[in-house]
Protein backbone atom coordinates (compact mmCIF):
# COMPACT_ATOMS: atom_id res chain seq x y z
CA UNK A 1 0.00 0.00 0.00
CA UNK A 2 1.11 3.21 -0.52
CA UNK A 3 3.23 5.09 1.76
CA UNK A 4 0.64 8.06 2.28
CA UNK A 5 -2.32 6.10 2.69
CA UNK A 6 -0.54 3.63 5.37
CA UNK A 7 1.09 6.63 7.23
CA UNK A 8 -1.47 9.20 7.31
CA UNK A 9 -3.68 7.84 10.89
CA UNK A 10 -1.12 8.71 12.40
CA UNK A 11 0.00 11.64 10.89
CA UNK A 12 -0.41 15.50 11.85
CA UNK A 13 0.88 17.41 9.85
CA UNK A 14 3.95 20.37 9.76
CA UNK A 15 5.06 22.80 10.99
CA UNK A 16 7.52 24.83 8.83
CA UNK A 17 8.85 26.20 12.34
CA UNK A 18 10.43 23.24 12.28
CA UNK A 19 12.20 22.52 9.32
CA UNK A 20 15.03 21.01 10.36
CA UNK A 21 12.27 18.01 12.26
CA UNK A 22 10.13 17.77 9.53
CA UNK A 23 12.93 17.14 7.28
CA UNK A 24 13.75 14.22 9.97
CA UNK A 25 10.57 13.08 10.12
CA UNK A 26 9.53 12.74 6.13
CA UNK A 27 12.86 11.66 5.48
CA UNK A 28 11.62 8.48 8.17
CA UNK A 29 8.07 7.86 7.02
CA UNK A 30 6.16 10.38 5.49
CA UNK A 31 4.76 11.37 9.15
CA UNK A 32 3.87 14.83 9.60
CA UNK A 33 3.44 17.22 12.38
CA UNK A 34 0.93 19.78 13.30
CA UNK A 35 0.97 22.36 16.51
CA UNK A 36 -2.10 24.77 17.41
CA UNK A 37 -1.59 28.35 16.87
CA UNK A 38 -3.16 31.30 19.20
CA UNK A 39 -2.11 34.26 16.48
CA UNK A 40 -2.73 32.54 13.06
CA UNK A 41 -2.13 29.59 11.22
CA UNK A 42 -1.74 28.56 6.97
CA UNK A 43 -0.83 26.06 5.22
CA UNK A 44 0.64 26.77 1.63
CA UNK A 45 1.97 24.31 -0.95
CA UNK A 46 5.53 25.51 -0.53
CA UNK A 47 7.79 26.03 2.89
CA UNK A 48 9.66 29.16 2.44
CA UNK A 49 5.90 30.56 1.66
CA UNK A 50 4.63 29.38 4.95
CA UNK A 51 7.64 30.46 6.81
CA UNK A 52 6.51 34.31 4.67
CA UNK A 53 3.07 34.18 6.44
CA UNK A 54 4.86 33.39 9.87
CA UNK A 55 6.72 36.41 9.50
CA UNK A 56 3.65 38.75 8.72
CA UNK A 57 1.77 36.73 11.73
CA UNK A 58 4.87 37.51 13.84
CA UNK A 59 5.13 40.70 12.49
CA UNK A 60 1.32 41.72 13.94
CA UNK A 61 -0.32 41.57 10.36
CA UNK A 62 -3.92 39.98 10.01
CA UNK A 63 -5.25 36.76 7.94
CA UNK A 64 -5.07 38.78 4.82
CA UNK A 65 -1.84 40.51 5.06
CA UNK A 66 -0.64 37.43 5.62
CA UNK A 67 -2.31 36.26 2.36
CA UNK A 68 -1.00 38.79 0.16
CA UNK A 69 2.68 38.29 1.32
CA UNK A 70 2.02 34.10 0.71
CA UNK A 71 0.71 35.25 -2.64
CA UNK A 72 3.34 37.01 -3.51
CA UNK A 73 5.82 35.00 -2.55
CA UNK A 74 4.64 31.77 -3.96
CA UNK A 75 4.98 33.79 -7.48
CA UNK A 76 9.05 33.36 -6.47
CA UNK A 77 9.20 30.05 -4.69
CA UNK A 78 6.91 28.00 -6.38
CA UNK A 79 7.30 29.20 -10.00
CA UNK A 80 4.86 26.36 -11.56
CA UNK A 81 1.83 27.79 -10.31
CA UNK A 82 2.46 30.92 -7.59
CA UNK A 83 2.57 33.75 -9.94
CA UNK A 84 2.09 37.49 -10.85
CA UNK A 85 0.84 36.35 -14.55
CA UNK A 86 -2.14 34.34 -13.47
CA UNK A 87 -5.58 34.47 -11.72
CA UNK A 88 -7.19 33.29 -9.04
CA UNK A 89 -10.34 33.47 -6.52
CA UNK A 90 -10.52 34.26 -2.70
CA UNK A 91 -12.93 33.47 -0.34
CA UNK A 92 -12.59 35.91 3.03
CA UNK A 93 -14.58 35.66 6.30
CA UNK A 94 -14.19 39.12 8.08
CA UNK A 95 -13.79 38.03 12.05
CA UNK A 96 -15.55 41.50 12.92
CA UNK A 97 -18.75 41.40 10.52
CA UNK A 98 -19.19 37.59 9.97
CA UNK A 99 -19.62 38.64 6.24
CA UNK A 100 -18.15 35.92 3.75
CA UNK A 101 -17.40 37.03 0.32
CA UNK A 102 -15.57 36.05 -2.49
CA UNK A 103 -12.58 38.04 -4.63
CA UNK A 104 -12.65 37.28 -8.30
CA UNK A 105 -9.68 38.35 -9.58
CA UNK A 106 -9.91 35.27 -12.73
CA UNK A 107 -7.80 36.26 -16.01
CA UNK A 108 -9.95 37.33 -18.85
CA UNK A 109 -9.90 37.25 -22.60
CA UNK A 110 -8.39 39.67 -24.62
CA UNK A 111 -10.93 42.20 -26.27
CA UNK A 112 -9.61 40.63 -29.81
CA UNK A 113 -9.80 38.09 -28.64
CA UNK A 114 -12.34 35.18 -30.88
CA UNK A 115 -14.81 32.72 -30.79
CA UNK A 116 -12.86 30.39 -32.72
CA UNK A 117 -9.15 31.69 -32.38
CA UNK A 118 -7.67 28.46 -31.66
CA UNK A 119 -9.43 26.58 -35.14
CA UNK A 120 -7.96 26.54 -38.40
CA UNK A 121 -9.90 27.29 -41.46
CA UNK A 122 -11.34 23.99 -41.39
CA UNK A 123 -12.84 24.19 -37.83
CA UNK A 124 -10.05 22.16 -36.55
CA UNK A 125 -8.49 22.91 -33.31
CA UNK A 126 -4.87 23.71 -33.76
CA UNK A 127 -2.85 22.12 -31.67
CA UNK A 128 -1.28 23.56 -28.29
CA UNK A 129 -2.47 26.97 -29.58
CA UNK A 130 -4.69 27.21 -26.45
CA UNK A 131 -2.38 26.27 -23.65
CA UNK A 132 1.22 26.95 -25.03
CA UNK A 133 2.96 30.96 -25.78
CA UNK A 134 1.66 34.02 -25.86
CA UNK A 135 -1.65 33.47 -27.32
CA UNK A 136 -2.80 31.07 -24.54
CA UNK A 137 -2.32 33.57 -22.19
CA UNK A 138 -5.58 35.80 -20.85
CA UNK A 139 -5.22 38.96 -18.62
CA UNK A 140 -3.79 38.16 -15.53
CA UNK A 141 -5.28 39.32 -12.44
CA UNK A 142 -4.00 38.23 -9.74
CA UNK A 143 -1.89 42.05 -8.73
CA UNK A 144 -5.14 43.12 -9.22
CA UNK A 145 -6.48 41.10 -7.11
CA UNK A 146 -4.07 41.02 -3.89
CA UNK A 147 -4.10 44.75 -3.98
CA UNK A 148 -8.08 44.94 -3.45
CA UNK A 149 -7.86 42.65 -0.73
CA UNK A 150 -4.86 44.63 1.20
CA UNK A 151 -7.52 47.79 0.33
CA UNK A 152 -9.95 46.75 2.10
CA UNK A 153 -8.74 43.95 4.81
CA UNK A 154 -5.12 44.68 5.26
CA UNK A 155 -3.71 46.37 8.35
CA UNK A 156 0.06 46.29 7.41
CA UNK A 157 2.05 48.31 4.59
CA UNK A 158 1.19 47.12 0.98
CA UNK A 159 5.02 47.92 0.28
CA UNK A 160 6.21 45.78 3.10
CA UNK A 161 4.22 42.72 2.32
CA UNK A 162 5.36 42.88 -1.18
CA UNK A 163 8.90 43.65 -0.71
CA UNK A 164 9.60 40.18 1.30
CA UNK A 165 8.55 38.35 -2.46
CA UNK A 166 11.08 40.89 -4.01
CA UNK A 167 13.79 40.45 -1.53
CA UNK A 168 13.53 36.96 -2.33
CA UNK A 169 13.74 37.11 -6.01
CA UNK A 170 16.85 39.04 -5.67
CA UNK A 171 18.73 37.04 -3.24
CA UNK A 172 17.88 34.06 -4.48
CA UNK A 173 17.16 30.90 -2.88
CA UNK A 174 17.76 27.37 -2.64
CA UNK A 175 15.60 24.86 -4.18
CA UNK A 176 14.53 21.67 -3.05
CA UNK A 177 14.07 18.41 -4.76
CA UNK A 178 10.99 19.06 -5.27
CA UNK A 179 11.64 21.86 -7.88
CA UNK A 180 14.62 20.11 -9.42
CA UNK A 181 12.73 17.21 -10.46
CA UNK A 182 9.99 19.85 -11.90
CA UNK A 183 12.47 21.77 -13.83
CA UNK A 184 14.02 18.25 -15.01
CA UNK A 185 10.51 17.29 -15.83
CA UNK A 186 9.52 20.32 -18.27
CA UNK A 187 13.18 20.66 -19.25
CA UNK A 188 11.74 20.71 -23.00
CA UNK A 189 8.86 23.14 -22.79
CA UNK A 190 10.56 25.74 -20.50
CA UNK A 191 13.72 25.85 -22.77
CA UNK A 192 11.27 26.60 -25.80
CA UNK A 193 11.70 30.31 -25.01
CA UNK A 194 14.81 31.94 -24.32
CA UNK A 195 13.61 34.25 -21.46
CA UNK A 196 12.27 31.68 -19.90
CA UNK A 197 15.33 29.38 -20.37
CA UNK A 198 17.92 31.32 -19.34
CA UNK A 199 16.11 31.81 -15.49
CA UNK A 200 15.63 28.38 -14.61
CA UNK A 201 18.17 26.71 -17.00
CA UNK A 202 20.94 29.20 -16.59
CA UNK A 203 24.02 27.03 -17.92
CA UNK A 204 21.57 25.45 -20.75
CA UNK A 205 20.87 22.55 -17.83
CA UNK A 206 17.80 22.33 -15.25
CA UNK A 207 18.88 23.71 -11.81
CA UNK A 208 19.84 20.91 -9.08
CA UNK A 209 18.62 20.68 -5.09
CA UNK A 210 20.68 22.52 -3.34
CA UNK A 211 21.32 25.11 -6.01
CA UNK A 212 20.01 29.05 -5.81
CA UNK A 213 17.58 30.39 -8.02
CA UNK A 214 17.90 34.13 -8.99
CA UNK A 215 15.30 36.12 -10.64
CA UNK A 216 16.66 39.75 -10.79
CA UNK A 217 14.00 40.50 -13.21
CA UNK A 218 11.23 39.26 -11.21
CA UNK A 219 12.68 41.28 -7.84
CA UNK A 220 12.38 44.20 -9.61
CA UNK A 221 9.00 43.86 -10.92
CA UNK A 222 7.76 43.15 -7.47
CA UNK A 223 9.62 45.83 -6.26
CA UNK A 224 8.09 48.12 -8.48
CA UNK A 225 4.27 46.64 -7.29
CA UNK A 226 5.29 47.10 -4.35
CA UNK A 227 5.89 50.84 -4.61
CA UNK A 228 3.28 51.68 -7.18
CA UNK A 229 0.64 49.11 -6.26
CA UNK A 230 -1.17 47.60 -9.79
CA UNK A 231 -0.09 50.50 -11.47
CA UNK A 232 3.51 49.19 -11.42
CA UNK A 233 2.23 45.97 -13.38
CA UNK A 234 -0.96 47.02 -15.49
CA UNK A 235 1.10 50.06 -16.32
CA UNK A 236 4.24 51.66 -17.19
CA UNK A 237 7.17 49.57 -17.93
CA UNK A 238 6.00 45.96 -16.74
CA UNK A 239 2.72 46.54 -18.90
CA UNK A 240 4.82 47.52 -21.98
CA UNK A 241 7.09 44.42 -21.81
CA UNK A 242 4.46 42.16 -21.63
CA UNK A 243 2.47 44.04 -24.78
CA UNK A 244 6.38 43.70 -26.37
CA UNK A 245 6.28 40.07 -25.67
CA UNK A 246 2.55 39.67 -26.98
CA UNK A 247 3.84 41.22 -30.08
CA UNK A 248 6.74 39.38 -30.54
CA UNK A 249 5.30 35.84 -30.10
CA UNK A 250 1.42 36.60 -31.79
CA UNK A 251 -0.43 37.09 -28.15
CA UNK A 252 -3.17 39.36 -27.85
CA UNK A 253 -3.03 41.18 -24.31
CA UNK A 254 -2.95 44.78 -25.20
CA UNK A 255 -2.29 47.57 -22.85
CA UNK A 256 -5.74 48.60 -22.82
CA UNK A 257 -6.67 45.19 -21.76
CA UNK A 258 -3.82 45.62 -18.82
CA UNK A 259 -5.66 49.35 -17.55
CA UNK A 260 -8.84 47.76 -17.64
CA UNK A 261 -8.57 45.13 -16.16
CA UNK A 262 -10.51 44.80 -12.38
CA UNK A 263 -10.98 42.06 -10.29
CA UNK A 264 -14.98 41.75 -8.90
CA UNK A 265 -16.52 41.11 -5.58
CA UNK A 266 -19.00 38.41 -6.27
CA UNK A 267 -22.10 36.66 -3.82
CA UNK A 268 -20.61 33.25 -2.74
CA UNK A 269 -22.33 30.18 -3.25
CA UNK A 270 -23.99 29.10 -0.23
CA UNK A 271 -25.38 25.78 1.17
CA UNK A 272 -25.98 24.13 4.22
CA UNK A 273 -24.53 20.20 4.21
CA UNK A 274 -24.79 18.47 7.35
CA UNK A 275 -25.37 21.79 9.54
CA UNK A 276 -22.23 23.33 8.99
CA UNK A 277 -22.76 26.60 6.00
CA UNK A 278 -20.42 26.10 3.37
CA UNK A 279 -19.16 28.70 1.21
CA UNK A 280 -17.45 28.42 -2.37
CA UNK A 281 -16.52 30.36 -5.19
CA UNK A 282 -19.79 31.12 -7.70
CA UNK A 283 -19.26 31.61 -11.64
CA UNK A 284 -16.82 31.70 -13.23
CA UNK A 285 -15.94 29.13 -10.74
CA UNK A 286 -18.03 26.18 -11.45
CA UNK A 287 -16.57 24.76 -7.63
CA UNK A 288 -19.53 26.40 -5.63
CA UNK A 289 -22.56 24.81 -7.61
CA UNK A 290 -20.64 21.34 -8.86
CA UNK A 291 -19.48 21.39 -4.89
CA UNK A 292 -22.77 22.00 -3.32
CA UNK A 293 -25.25 20.14 -6.05
CA UNK A 294 -22.63 16.69 -5.42
CA UNK A 295 -23.07 17.41 -1.31
CA UNK A 296 -26.86 18.05 -1.51
CA UNK A 297 -27.10 15.29 -3.95
CA UNK A 298 -25.98 12.88 -1.07
CA UNK A 299 -26.89 14.60 1.97
CA UNK A 300 -30.16 12.50 2.80
CA UNK A 301 -28.56 9.13 2.51
CA UNK A 302 -27.62 6.59 6.05
CA UNK A 303 -23.90 6.98 5.76
CA UNK A 304 -23.79 4.76 8.89
CA UNK A 305 -22.19 1.73 7.93
CA UNK A 306 -20.12 3.04 5.14
CA UNK A 307 -16.36 4.19 5.45
CA UNK A 308 -14.63 6.77 2.95
CA UNK A 309 -13.71 3.69 1.35
CA UNK A 310 -16.58 1.58 0.67
CA UNK A 311 -17.74 1.10 -2.67
CA UNK A 312 -21.50 1.87 -1.79
CA UNK A 313 -20.14 5.48 -0.47
CA UNK A 314 -17.64 5.84 -3.58
CA UNK A 315 -20.43 4.68 -6.08
CA UNK A 316 -23.29 7.18 -4.41
CA UNK A 317 -20.57 9.96 -4.99
CA UNK A 318 -19.65 9.40 -8.17
CA UNK A 319 -23.15 9.06 -9.04
CA UNK A 320 -23.38 12.54 -7.75
CA UNK A 321 -20.47 13.90 -9.63
CA UNK A 322 -21.99 12.22 -13.09
CA UNK A 323 -24.48 14.33 -12.37
CA UNK A 324 -23.19 17.44 -11.09
CA UNK A 325 -20.88 17.33 -13.81
CA UNK A 326 -23.20 17.15 -16.72
CA UNK A 327 -24.86 20.15 -15.81
CA UNK A 328 -21.47 22.29 -15.46
CA UNK A 329 -20.86 21.25 -19.49
CA UNK A 330 -24.08 23.07 -20.37
CA UNK A 331 -24.83 25.18 -17.89
CA UNK A 332 -21.51 26.86 -16.39
CA UNK A 333 -19.59 30.07 -17.70
CA UNK A 334 -19.15 33.66 -16.56
CA UNK A 335 -22.18 35.03 -15.61
CA UNK A 336 -21.54 38.92 -16.72
CA UNK A 337 -21.80 37.02 -20.41
CA UNK A 338 -24.20 33.97 -20.16
CA UNK A 339 -27.19 33.15 -18.25
CA UNK A 340 -26.48 30.78 -15.56
CA UNK A 341 -29.89 29.28 -14.38
CA UNK A 342 -30.98 30.09 -10.97
CA UNK A 343 -32.11 26.91 -10.03
CA UNK A 344 -28.99 24.43 -10.04
CA UNK A 345 -28.59 24.03 -5.81
CA UNK A 346 -32.76 24.23 -5.16
CA UNK A 347 -34.00 21.02 -3.69
CA UNK A 348 -36.81 20.90 -6.23
CA UNK A 349 -33.98 20.40 -8.96
CA UNK A 350 -32.07 18.36 -6.66
CA UNK A 351 -35.01 15.98 -5.84
CA UNK A 352 -35.20 15.26 -9.63
CA UNK A 353 -31.73 14.66 -10.13
CA UNK A 354 -31.25 12.16 -7.11
CA UNK A 355 -34.27 9.80 -8.39
CA UNK A 356 -31.35 9.06 -11.20
CA UNK A 357 -29.26 7.86 -8.77
CA UNK A 358 -29.81 3.73 -9.07
CA UNK A 359 -28.47 2.15 -5.60
CA UNK A 360 -25.33 -0.84 -6.97
CA UNK A 361 -25.83 -0.05 -10.51
CA UNK A 362 -23.97 2.35 -12.70
CA UNK A 363 -25.35 4.76 -14.74
CA UNK A 364 -24.07 5.93 -18.29
CA UNK A 365 -22.83 9.02 -18.71
CA UNK A 366 -23.73 8.44 -22.89
CA UNK A 367 -26.98 8.45 -21.48
CA UNK A 368 -26.94 11.34 -18.67
CA UNK A 369 -28.38 14.74 -19.96
CA UNK A 370 -27.68 17.91 -18.02
CA UNK A 371 -31.18 19.08 -16.13
CA UNK A 372 -32.90 21.34 -18.36
CA UNK A 373 -33.88 24.49 -17.67
CA UNK A 374 -35.42 27.60 -19.57
CA UNK A 375 -33.21 29.49 -21.92
CA UNK A 376 -31.25 30.66 -19.89
CA UNK A 377 -12.61 21.57 -18.62
CA UNK A 378 -5.08 17.84 -16.19
CA UNK A 379 -2.12 18.51 -15.18
CA UNK A 380 -1.36 19.43 -11.28
CA UNK A 381 0.05 23.03 -11.26
CA UNK A 382 -2.63 25.39 -9.32
CA UNK A 383 -1.86 26.55 -5.64
CA UNK A 384 -4.02 27.09 -2.72
CA UNK A 385 -3.64 28.60 0.03
CA UNK A 386 -5.48 28.77 4.01
CA UNK A 387 -5.06 30.99 6.46
CA UNK A 388 -7.22 32.23 9.59
CA UNK A 389 -6.01 34.46 12.67
CA UNK A 390 -6.85 34.60 16.05
CA UNK A 391 -9.83 37.89 14.80
CA UNK A 392 -11.91 34.87 13.33
CA UNK A 393 -10.67 36.09 9.08
CA UNK A 394 -10.00 33.58 7.49
CA UNK A 395 -8.51 33.20 3.87
CA UNK A 396 -9.00 30.94 1.24
CA UNK A 397 -7.16 31.64 -1.93
CA UNK A 398 -6.70 29.23 -5.28
CA UNK A 399 -4.97 30.73 -8.11
CA UNK A 400 -3.30 29.31 -10.74
CA UNK A 401 -1.19 29.95 -14.22
CA UNK A 402 -3.40 26.80 -15.17
CA UNK A 403 -1.05 23.92 -16.52
CA UNK A 404 2.85 24.06 -14.61
CA UNK A 405 4.49 27.35 -15.39
CA UNK A 406 1.59 27.97 -17.84
CA UNK A 407 1.61 28.91 -21.37
CA UNK A 408 6.15 28.30 -20.27
CA UNK A 409 6.90 32.49 -21.61
CA UNK A 410 8.20 34.35 -19.15
CA UNK A 411 7.99 37.97 -20.31
CA UNK A 412 11.20 39.73 -21.22
CA UNK A 413 12.65 41.89 -18.63
CA UNK A 414 9.47 41.62 -16.63
CA UNK A 415 10.71 38.00 -15.39
CA UNK A 416 7.22 36.34 -14.67
CA UNK A 417 5.84 33.61 -16.76
CA UNK A 418 2.55 33.87 -18.53
CA UNK A 419 -0.90 32.22 -17.75
CA UNK A 420 -2.26 29.61 -20.60
CA UNK A 421 -5.91 29.87 -18.77
CA UNK A 422 -7.33 30.46 -22.62
CA UNK A 423 -7.53 26.84 -22.46
CA UNK A 424 -10.05 26.58 -19.98
CA UNK A 425 -12.62 28.11 -22.20
CA UNK A 426 -14.62 26.09 -24.57
CA UNK A 427 -11.87 26.32 -28.10
CA UNK A 428 -14.62 24.34 -29.90
CA UNK A 429 -18.17 22.76 -28.71
CA UNK A 430 -17.78 19.33 -27.22
CA UNK A 431 -13.71 19.20 -27.49
CA UNK A 432 -12.17 18.46 -24.43
CA UNK A 433 -9.72 20.49 -22.27
CA UNK A 434 -6.70 19.89 -20.40
CA UNK A 435 -8.49 18.51 -17.79
CA UNK A 436 -11.08 16.06 -20.22
CA UNK A 437 -13.94 18.52 -19.44
CA UNK A 438 -16.04 19.26 -22.18
CA UNK A 439 -18.31 22.57 -22.48
CA UNK A 440 -20.54 24.88 -25.41
CA UNK A 441 -22.23 28.00 -25.17
CA UNK A 442 -21.70 28.89 -22.10
CA UNK A 443 -18.11 29.16 -22.13
CA UNK A 444 -17.37 30.41 -25.85
CA UNK A 445 -14.35 32.77 -25.92
CA UNK A 446 -15.93 36.23 -26.24
CA UNK A 447 -13.77 39.28 -25.54
CA UNK A 448 -13.74 40.20 -21.54
CA UNK A 449 -15.14 37.22 -20.52
CA UNK A 450 -13.71 35.19 -17.88
CA UNK A 451 -12.94 31.19 -18.55
CA UNK A 452 -14.64 28.60 -16.67
CA UNK A 453 -12.54 27.54 -13.89
CA UNK A 454 -13.27 24.48 -11.08
CA UNK A 455 -11.04 26.54 -8.81
CA UNK A 456 -12.70 25.99 -5.42
CA UNK A 457 -11.22 27.52 -2.36
CA UNK A 458 -14.23 27.02 0.19
CA UNK A 459 -14.96 28.62 3.94
CA UNK A 460 -16.64 26.13 6.39
CA UNK A 461 -18.52 27.84 8.86
CA UNK A 462 -19.80 25.81 12.35
CA UNK A 463 -22.86 27.78 14.52
CA UNK A 464 -21.49 31.24 12.68
CA UNK A 465 -17.80 30.64 13.91
CA UNK A 466 -14.84 29.51 11.35
CA UNK A 467 -14.06 25.69 11.70
CA UNK A 468 -12.38 25.33 7.86
CA UNK A 469 -11.04 26.84 5.13
CA UNK A 470 -9.72 24.58 2.54
CA UNK A 471 -9.19 24.53 -1.50
CA UNK A 472 -6.75 22.48 -3.85
CA UNK A 473 -4.98 22.47 -6.81
CA UNK A 474 -6.24 19.48 -9.63
CA UNK A 475 -8.39 21.16 -12.39
CA UNK A 476 -11.58 19.49 -12.35
CA UNK A 477 -10.57 17.16 -9.40
CA UNK A 478 -10.26 19.92 -7.37
CA UNK A 479 -13.95 19.46 -7.02
CA UNK A 480 -14.17 16.30 -5.73
CA UNK A 481 -11.28 16.85 -3.45
CA UNK A 482 -13.36 19.57 -1.42
CA UNK A 483 -15.94 18.08 -1.39
CA UNK A 484 -15.11 14.37 -0.12
CA UNK A 485 -11.90 16.19 2.15
CA UNK A 486 -15.24 17.84 3.93
CA UNK A 487 -17.73 14.41 3.85
CA UNK A 488 -14.91 12.97 5.93
CA UNK A 489 -14.82 15.69 8.35
CA UNK A 490 -18.50 15.48 8.91
CA UNK A 491 -20.22 11.51 7.81
CA UNK A 492 -17.03 10.15 8.51
CA UNK A 493 -16.02 11.96 11.92
CA UNK A 494 -12.24 12.40 10.42
CA UNK A 495 -10.28 14.96 12.38
CA UNK A 496 -9.24 17.27 9.74
CA UNK A 497 -5.98 15.99 9.79
CA UNK A 498 -6.95 12.31 8.73
CA UNK A 499 -9.65 13.60 6.27
CA UNK A 500 -6.68 14.95 4.15
CA UNK A 501 -4.95 12.00 4.14
CA UNK A 502 -7.81 9.43 3.01
CA UNK A 503 -7.80 8.22 -0.83
CA UNK A 504 -9.31 10.14 -3.52
CA UNK A 505 -11.80 9.08 -6.20
CA UNK A 506 -13.39 11.54 -9.02
CA UNK A 507 -15.85 11.19 -11.78
CA UNK A 508 -16.65 13.86 -14.08
CA UNK A 509 -19.66 12.89 -16.18
CA UNK A 510 -17.20 12.23 -19.47
CA UNK A 511 -15.02 10.37 -19.58
CA UNK A 512 -17.65 7.99 -17.92
CA UNK A 513 -14.96 6.59 -15.45
CA UNK A 514 -14.01 6.36 -11.55
CA UNK A 515 -10.56 7.77 -10.92
CA UNK A 516 -8.90 5.38 -8.04
CA UNK A 517 -6.12 7.48 -5.95
CA UNK A 518 -3.35 4.51 -6.70
CA UNK A 519 -2.44 2.77 -3.44
CA UNK A 520 -4.96 3.43 -1.52
CA UNK A 521 -8.07 0.87 -2.34
CA UNK A 522 -8.32 -2.16 -1.86
CA UNK A 523 -9.15 -5.13 -3.91
CA UNK A 524 -12.71 -5.34 -2.00
CA UNK A 525 -13.92 -1.64 -3.11
CA UNK A 526 -12.23 -2.17 -6.88
CA UNK A 527 -14.26 -5.38 -7.11
CA UNK A 528 -17.42 -4.32 -5.66
CA UNK A 529 -16.98 -0.95 -8.11
CA UNK A 530 -16.73 -3.43 -10.81
CA UNK A 531 -19.50 -5.07 -9.90
CA UNK A 532 -21.77 -2.26 -10.31
CA UNK A 533 -20.62 -1.77 -13.62
CA UNK A 534 -18.12 0.75 -13.31
CA UNK A 535 -15.19 1.45 -15.27
CA UNK A 536 -12.27 2.37 -12.94
CA UNK A 537 -8.72 3.68 -13.81
CA UNK A 538 -6.06 3.91 -11.21
CA UNK A 539 -4.15 7.18 -10.52
CA UNK A 540 -0.89 8.59 -9.29
CA UNK A 541 -1.89 10.48 -5.81
CA UNK A 542 -3.01 13.53 -6.80
CA UNK A 543 -3.99 17.29 -5.57
CA UNK A 544 -2.28 19.12 -2.81
CA UNK A 545 -4.80 20.39 -0.32
CA UNK A 546 -3.83 23.32 1.65
CA UNK A 547 -6.15 23.79 4.84
CA UNK A 548 -6.60 25.12 8.40
CA UNK A 549 -9.31 24.68 10.69
CA UNK A 550 -10.24 26.22 14.29
CA UNK A 551 -11.03 23.79 17.14
CA UNK A 552 -13.93 24.50 19.49
CA UNK A 553 -11.79 25.89 22.32
CA UNK A 554 -10.59 28.80 18.82
CA UNK A 555 -7.11 27.27 18.90
CA UNK A 556 -5.71 27.16 15.28
CA UNK A 557 -4.15 24.22 12.86
CA UNK A 558 -2.69 23.76 9.70
CA UNK A 559 -3.11 20.68 7.47
CA UNK A 560 -0.66 20.66 4.51
CA UNK A 561 -1.83 17.27 2.00
CA UNK A 562 0.87 14.70 2.96
CA UNK A 563 1.10 14.23 -0.84
CA UNK A 564 3.34 16.79 -1.80
CA UNK A 565 5.75 19.73 0.05
CA UNK A 566 3.06 21.73 1.32
CA UNK A 567 3.52 22.89 5.05
CA UNK A 568 1.42 23.90 7.86
CA UNK A 569 2.47 26.55 10.11
CA UNK A 570 1.20 29.70 12.21
CA UNK A 571 2.40 32.07 15.07
O1 LIG B 1 -9.38 27.17 -13.29
C1 LIG B 1 -9.28 25.97 -13.44
O2 LIG B 1 -10.16 25.17 -13.20
C2 LIG B 1 -7.97 25.41 -13.92
N1 LIG B 1 -7.23 26.41 -14.68
C3 LIG B 1 -7.22 24.95 -12.71
C4 LIG B 1 -5.91 24.35 -13.07
C5 LIG B 1 -5.39 23.43 -12.07
O3 LIG B 1 -5.96 23.18 -11.06
C6 LIG B 1 -4.10 22.82 -12.48
N2 LIG B 1 -3.57 22.02 -11.47
N3 LIG B 1 -3.90 21.21 -10.83
New binding site residues.
Given amino acids: MNKIFKNHHRGLTVSLMVVFLTGLLLGCDGVRVTHYFERGALATAAPIATGVGETVFARGGNACDAAVAVGFALAVVHPE ?1 GNIGGGGFALIHDGASGEVRALDFRETAPAAATEKMYLDKNDEVIENLSTFGAKAAGVPGTVAGFYRLWEEYGTMPWEELVTIAAALADTGYYIDAYMAESFEEHKKALTSFASTAEIFYPDGRALKTGERLFQKDLSRTLYLIAAEGPDGFYKGQVAESLVKTMTEHGGLISLEDLENYSPVWREPIHFIFDSLDIYSMPPP ?1 SGGIVMGQILKLIEPYDFSAWTPATPEYIHLFCEASRLAFADRATHLGDADFYPVPDGLLDESYLQQRRSLIIEKHASSSAETRPGSFGPAN ?5 THFSICDRDGNMVSITY ?1 L ?2 AYGSKLVVEGGGFLLNN ?1 MD ?1 FSIKPGVANT ?1 GLVGGEANKIEPGKR ?5 SPTLVLRKDRPYLALGS ?6 ITVVAQTIVNCTRFGLTPVDAAGQPRFHHQWLPDQIYLEEGGFDINTKQGLISYGHNIQERTPY ?1 DLQMVFVDNDGLMYGVADPRKRGSAGGY
Fill in positions: ASESEETTNTEDYMLSSMPGGSKIS
